[in-house]
């Protein structure tokens, strides 16, 4: 993977914006296969179109890139908060590039979001412009990448370092069982319960440690006044998708 811009396509633009939109679509254009199929090219739709920035001819899935120079960080702007929602709730979301270049246009960080991670909570509502913008009133959004979990940010290139697309490819499947998840609430019960497996920091844990949580939980969860018994049931789901193993005496293995 040649992790460098070509910049002569960016040669007839004055814009540093329109610059960097054209280079780093062509980046992915180039050098970007897809992450469901392993399809080694995935194509950029026609300017403008409303749904996504690419997709993949094989498996039809949808892509759009959001790119940024210097780090990621913790949120990347997003569109208005209202759109954002809508995207989020729509059965046409696309799945989300996210790309890091340095000044020097080479690609440090570039990531996929697979669209099934993708819920309310991980769309944080900005405030609104004040009456002397341009676009008063207008309420713009973030994307929390604190909430989304490791499983769910699958990296190309991590610090300027290639991952093996056979890597990406496994990734990618390990967490597929989640498009079946249609309710909200319960896909947002899921991903809490592995964001707590996240913040251990640690292949191996037991029950406790995520016992540990049942305040943020319940914080998270006021109408739910049963929690450890909602811990177990959310540990069984995730042994059984053999996303954990249970290694018995309470403990639990990160597969």
């Known amino acids: 993977m040649n992790l460098s811009f070509d910049v002569k396509l960016a040669s007839k633009y004055n814009s540093f914006s329109q610059k960097a939109r054209v280079l780093s ?28 920035d690419f997709y993949c001819d094989k498996c039809l899935e949808d892509f759009e890139l959001k790119s940024k120079k210097g780090n990621i960080g913790k949120k990347v702007p997003a569109g208005a908060y209202s759109k954002m929602i809508e995207r989020i709730n729509s059965a046409k979301k696309p799945n989300l590039f996210f790309m890091a270049y340095l000044q020097s246009l080479s690609v440090n960080d570039f990531f996929v979001v697979p669209k099934y991670f993708f819920i309310p909570e991980i769309i944080e509502k900005r405030k609104p412009l004040k009456n002397t913008a341009r676009r008063a009133g207008w309420i713009g959004s973030n994307i ?14 991590e610090n300027g370092k290639e991952i093996s697309k056979k890597d990406i490819l496994e990734k990618w499947q390990k967490t597929v069982f989640l498009k079946k998840i249609k309710k909200t609430d319960a896909k947002g019960w899921i991903l809490d319960i592995m964001n707590c497996i996240d913040s251990l920091e640690k ?23 049963n929690i450890k018994p909602k811990i177990r049931q959310q540990l069984q789901f995730l042994r059984n998708k053999k996303y954990l193993e249970f290694i018995g005496n309470g403990l639990y293995k990160l597969i």
């Open 25 to 52: 679509e062509g980046w992915v254009s180039n050098e970007i296969f897809c992450p469901n199929c392993g399809n080694l090219k995935i194509t950029k739709y026609d300017n403008n179109k409303p749904v996504a």
């Open 203 to 225: 292949k191996e844990f037991s029950l406790q440690d995520i016992y540990n949580f049942e305040k943020d939980l319940q914080i998270i969860h006021p109408e739910n006044k």
């Open 144 to 157: 929390l990448f604190l909430k989304i979990p490791k499983a769910g940010q699958i990296f190309y290139v």
